[in-house]
């Protein structure tokens, strides 16, 4: 059974104690990749939540079997949680700031869906920029913070939650077309990915735009 530790909610605290009535970590993975989506994940705290489950920091420092061990434990801490994506070829369309922007409204409308005030929360974004409200009809009280998928519990439980969400996505896409090892790379440029991409062509999962900046 995990233990549990003094929680990295001392930020989050500080927003509720301000007037919030939730506080929304938000984080987004996949940003880099060269295939598949990006993904926005979105977990929901207030006053009432437990300490944060031992072990759930930001998702780039665990090993890809630590974070599929904690992922429902992040979803089981939090109040509400989901992941929103947009495709390569929206990536491609949009461009990358909006499509994250996409992602996170996406994920942000399920938690609306499942009840969350989201007018009423303040979303804790990983990071110095606010992708959020430059695709949302009415501005949402948004906090940027760097290193936030590190020191804040909601985001970090955010992170993981979206990180092994993706994941489990190319490791799906993995199983129908296998010759560029998406289940490994995740969609990120490693060697045999680029090889990959040289002796078989790029995939509908590619972001075109970005394989012509890589060339």
Partial sequence: ???????TLDFEHSLLANGATSVIGCDEVGRGAL??????????????????????????????????LLAPVAVAWA???????????EVDEI??????????KRAL??????????????????GDSDYLNKVMRRPLNVVTRVKADRDCG????ASVIAKVHRDRLMIDAHA?????????????GSTDHMDAIT?????????????????
């Fill in 1 to 7: 059974m995990m233990g549990v530790v003094d929680p």
């Fill in 35 to 68: 295939a598949g989506p990006v993904a926005v994940g979105v977990a929901v705290m207030n006053a009432t939540v437990a300490p944060l489950p031992l072990g759930i920091r930001d998702s780039k420092m665990l090993s890809e079997p630590r974070r599929e």
């Fill in 79 to 89: 109040l509400h949680s989901a992941v929103g994506l947009a495709s390569a070829l």
């Fill in 95 to 104: 461009g990358l700031i909006a499509a994250l922007g996409l992602a996170g």
């Fill in 109 to 126: 409308g399920e938690l609306h869906r499942s009840g969350v005030d989201i007018r009423r929360s303040v979303v804790v974004l990983d």
């Fill in 154 to 157: 909601s985001v970090a439980a």
């Fill in 176 to 188: 129908v077309t296998p010759d560029y090892g998406w289940a490994s790379n995740k969609g990120y």
């Fill in 199 to 215: 002796r078989f062509g790029p995939h509908e999962l590619h972001r075109k735009s970005w394989l012509k900046m890589s060339a």
